[in-house]
């Protein structure tokens, strides 16, 4: 059997699509279809600079919305399988592989969720969310290279909720005795307890939403965290217990370091006025949210609201935080109609002209 492949070039931002005009996705209420139906108004987009010189459009995204039409077409390249004895032949279109698209996108989250079970200890686990304030959310959508920095905090976080208690005995200990003082070097790493030789380590596996059920940008971080952590000093595991109101005040106090920390802010007479409002506006720390048990329902099936159903389900609750690492932000299937034609829908609204009592 021979093969023939005909791919085109990875980045395909620095040109327009060059598929047939008359060439439409199939499913009419698909992301696929509401991508190729106002792809010109895309362009249009990609086309426009903000007053700062960025584009309103991210390469990234432009690149994935591309590939994400042309899935399965034969413009995005194609694969040809020809018999040697019979001269039949099959033509195989090349898939997308994009974050965008609702067929390729779930098949790579269903496999990285399968991946994180299977790295899941065979312990209960806690679902842990952690959220910023608003007035940190713009910070972060003009320097998208600051969303490492949630990770860090998240991880410095349960690092200190499993060592924290050890290391306050220990720090007890060292002021009844009279060793002499010596200067402490300033750590290289923003990883705490990193060089730590008898430190407590935690299972746990973090990931990123940008966006809420709103789809509005609201950054924040889901953590499925082992509720054992391994004591290398005793070489055995150990429990881990969630204290509520410390996890919210540890999440802010790491969460603002980070960032005081970081190369753009640290030198910000601003952030440090910003850092100040935010400890005396929050004085209970940022909210999270960290149910005892995890939801009863399945990967697919997850919804936002299904935090508290009674259950331990592990493969479930890590379907739902992956859900959004690999695929578009709304399924087809929730998708209930799509009208190409634009419509102005006239609304309402009452006043009151004046009102007696």
Same mark, same amino acid.
């Given at each position: +059997?021979?093969?023939?492949?005909?791919?085109?070039?990875?980045?395909?931002?620095? @040109?327009?699509?060059?598929?047939?005009?008359?060439?439409?996705?199939? *499913?009419?209420?698909?992301?696929?279809?509401?991508?190729?139906?106002?792809?010109?108004?895309?362009?249009?987009?990609?086309?426009?600079? @903000?007053?700062?010189?960025?584009?309103?459009?991210?390469? !990234?995204?432009?690149?994935?919305?591309?590939?994400?039409?042309?899935?399965?077409?034969?413009?995005?390249?194609?694969?040809?399988?020809?018999?040697?004895?019979? *001269?039949?032949?099959?033509?195989?279109?090349?898939?997308?592989?994009?974050?965008?698209?609702?067929?390729?996108?779930?098949?790579?989250?269903?496999?990285?969720?399968?991946? +994180?079970?299977? &790295?899941?200890?065979?312990?209960?686990?806690?679902?842990?969310?952690?959220?910023?304030?608003?007035?940190?959310?713009? &910070?972060?959508?003009?320097?998208?290279? +600051?969303?490492?920095?949630?990770?860090?905090?998240?991880?410095?976080?349960?690092?200190?909720?499993?060592?924290?208690?050890?290391?306050?005995?220990?720090?007890?200990?060292? =002021?009844?005795?009279?060793?002499?003082?010596?200067?402490?070097?300033?750590?290289?790493?923003?990883?705490?307890?990193?060089?730590?030789?008898?430190?407590?380590?935690?299972? !746990?596996?973090?990931?990123?939403?940008?966006?809420?059920?709103?789809?509005?940008?609201?950054?924040?971080?889901?953590?499925?965290?082992?509720?054992?952590? %391994?004591?290398?000093?005793?070489?055995? +595991? =150990?429990?881990? %217990?969630?204290?509520?109101?410390?996890?919210?005040?540890?999440?802010?106090?790491?969460?603002?370091?980070?960032?005081?920390?970081?190369?753009?802010?640290?030198?910000?007479?601003?952030?440090?006025?910003?850092?100040?409002?935010?400890?005396?506006?929050?004085?209970? *720390? !940022?909210?999270?949210?960290?149910?005892?048990?995890?939801?009863?329902?399945?990967?697919?099936? &997850?919804?936002?609201?299904?935090?508290?159903?009674?259950?331990?389900?592990?493969?479930?609750?890590?379907?739902?935080?992956?859900?959004?690492?690999?695929?578009?932000?709304?399924?087809?299937?929730?998708?209930?109609? %799509?009208?190409?034609?634009?419509?102005?829908?006239?609304?309402?609204?009452?006043?009151?002209?004046?009102? !007696?009592?």
């Amino acid at each position: +059997m021979g093969l023939v492949n005909c791919d085109v070039p990875d980045d395909l931002s620095s @040109t327009a699509i060059p598929f047939n005009a008359s060439y439409t996705p199939k *499913g009419k209420d698909s992301v696929k279809y509401i991508f190729a139906a106002n792809y010109g108004y895309i362009v249009k987009l990609y086309n426009t600079r @903000t007053p700062s010189g960025k584009r309103k459009i991210r390469d !990234f995204c432009f690149d994935q919305i591309q590939k994400c039409i042309l899935c399965g077409s034969v413009d995005l390249g194609y694969t040809v399988y020809e018999c040697p004895r019979c *001269g039949n032949f099959t033509i195989v279109p090349n898939r997308c592989h994009s974050r965008f698209c609702s067929s390729c996108a779930v098949k790579k989250a269903r496999a990285d969720a399968q991946d +994180m079970a299977n &790295m899941a200890l065979d312990c209960k686990h806690r679902h842990v969310v952690l959220t910023i304030p608003e007035e940190l959310r713009d &910070m972060f959508l003009a320097d998208r290279k +600051m969303l490492n920095l949630l990770f860090i905090a998240g991880r410095n976080t349960i690092y200190d909720i499993a060592n924290g208690a050890k290391y306050r005995k220990s720090q007890g200990k060292k =002021k009844k005795t009279k060793a002499k003082k010596r200067k402490v070097k300033k750590r290289k790493s923003p990883y705490d307890y990193k060089d730590d030789r008898n430190r407590g380590i935690p299972g !746990f596996i973090i990931t990123l939403h940008t966006f809420g059920r709103d789809l509005k940008w609201n950054p924040h971080i889901h953590i499925l965290c082992s509720e054992k952590y %391994y004591d290398t000093k005793s070489d055995k +595991m =150990k429990s881990l %217990y969630f204290p509520f109101r410390k996890i919210r005040k540890t999440w802010q106090y790491q969460l603002l370091k980070v960032l005081s920390e970081s190369p753009s802010l640290s030198a910000d007479p601003e952030f440090r006025k910003l850092r100040n409002r935010l400890y005396l506006s929050y004085p209970e *720390g !940022f909210y999270i949210h960290a149910p005892d048990k995890l939801p009863d329902i399945g990967e697919d099936d &997850m919804d936002d609201n299904d935090f508290d159903k009674l259950t331990d389900n592990i493969k479930g609750v890590v379907g739902y935080i992956t859900r959004y690492t690999s695929r578009p932000v709304i399924a087809d299937s929730r998708i209930d109609s %799509y009208d190409v034609e634009p419509q102005i829908l006239p609304v309402f609204k009452p006043q009151i002209i004046s009102a !007696f009592f």
